[in-house]
């Protein structure tokens, strides 16, 4: 993962991850050393970036496929499964339910925001695009509910990851259709002409620069989750947010279609982001699975686990609300200054004893190093609150409370599930701040329903489509990753229908 700059460990201090210099200068250059000239040519060789090149190739067209970095599907590579509603794996397993059960569960969660004639297009292309990438060599192993974590069984496994069951095949077949792949080479800016995208200007990493004319550009570049600017943006302005997904994917695509006139949804789209407490070590490849740091079981996954409080040493949610939905654990502490997990070492020692291994020493060295000043240990709640500046009669009145519902079987301020509530009673007590590691955008240009880029007043801006994480439209604030691989497959819908929907735009050039 280090190969491909991907941030996995917590280091101690900042995160080296690049701020707001975009490589996209979003102005002609000077002067061009090549002009090359294609139909479509497309930004990014991820999973959508890979769709789009596969359809467009064949539908006949000469493309250009720019990818930044030096491989195909840098981060792609890690998405381990697809989404999917009546698919021929599911009919076979004997997975049964329709895409209403879906859509209406979609409309619920994201509070009727996301729209829901989208929702109903991917749902209804999902089945038919995982039979399509079987046609060009996709491998899929089995579906399932994505380790009981999902509402529904939606989850289609790539063999061997994407990286062997997606990224390999797919590049194979966009080169045995003639598309024309491009690495370390990034698109700068749109080549725009009355309104009209007519292209894009590039650079590679030997510093030549590159006009490529084309009737159509789709934007597959990969969101925004590479630069710490447009992640505060969405809200996540911590020193100690952690960056793991591909900081090559730094918002080039939101920067060239906003250049275009494209209106801007960063604010309100979601991100494939969870809880992490930095002195914990997050080695573990990937970091979201770590038992003790990562998005399921870990110490701040909502899961639970533990007693949370905020800033003023108050109870702010139910600790057990990363269980509906794993994205969940991270929008409560969005309201907060800071965001605690309280626990005593016979919790810690029931959840983590026989799941990580050397978790004892594991705990000891994290007080220890310490990284962040995340992580403290009492024999008292008073010395806890001292050390981590938290006021130490609330926080025993906090405690108090919490303690007589877990005797009392009932959680009367939160309704947090009875099963999971356990006193922290018996020292030596523990504290650790809450910090967040952020994966990956998802959403941030408007678009319509054929991927075409809009305007604010929603305006189709011509030979401008938008795929993947660039624009992905279905969610609102929340990822809803409880119907597990939306997101994957919304990239290859969209990647792949935005080169059908270019393929009319330009018979009609
Ligand atoms: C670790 C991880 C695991 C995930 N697992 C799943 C999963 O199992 N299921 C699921 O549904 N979703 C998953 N996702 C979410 C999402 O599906 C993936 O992030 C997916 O790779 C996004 O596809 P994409 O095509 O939008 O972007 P990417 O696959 O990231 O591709 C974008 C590409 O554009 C390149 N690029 C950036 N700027 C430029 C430029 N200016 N010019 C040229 N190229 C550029 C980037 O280098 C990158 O290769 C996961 C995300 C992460 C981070």
Redesign the pocket.
Known sequence: MAALG?VGCASSGANEVASSAS??ALTAPTSIDETLSCDMVI?????????AAVQAGIDGHSVIL????G?????????????GVESTMQKAAGIDFTIADVVAHEMEVAQYRSPGAQWIDLCTNSAGNIDWEVEQGVLFDHVDD?YGTCTLAT?HW?KD??SGGYIEPMSARAKALGVDIHLT????SLIIEDGVIKGVY?EDGDGMVYQVDAKAVIM????V??DSELVAEQGWTSDWVLF???T???G??LH?AEQAGAKDMLSEAAA?VMNYVPAFPSNHA???ADPLNGMVTGVASAHGFGLWVNQDAKRFVNENVGVSNMMLQTMPTKANKHSYVIFDQAMFDATYTGLVDGVADILAESLKTNDGDSLYSADSIAALATKTGLDADTLEETVDRYNGMCAAGKDTDFSRDAKTLTAVESGPFYIARIEQTY??S?GGVLNSAKHEALTTDYETIPGLYI????G?MLYRSVYT?NL????????VNS?RYSAINADEYIKFL
């Open positions: 991907l490589t996209t930004v990014g060789g991820g999973i959508s970036g890979l769709a720019l990818e930044k970095t491989q195909l599907g840098p981060m792609g590579g890690a998405v381990e499964g697809q989404f994505y989850f790539f990851k994407a080479t990034w698109a700068t590039a597959a570049s990969g969101g989750g590479g793991a997904g591909n090559a994917s730094r080039d695509g060239m494939f990937p970091q979201y994966f990956a998802i795929a993947g994480l660039d992905a990753i597990g691989g939306s997101c994957c497959a919304n990239n990647g």
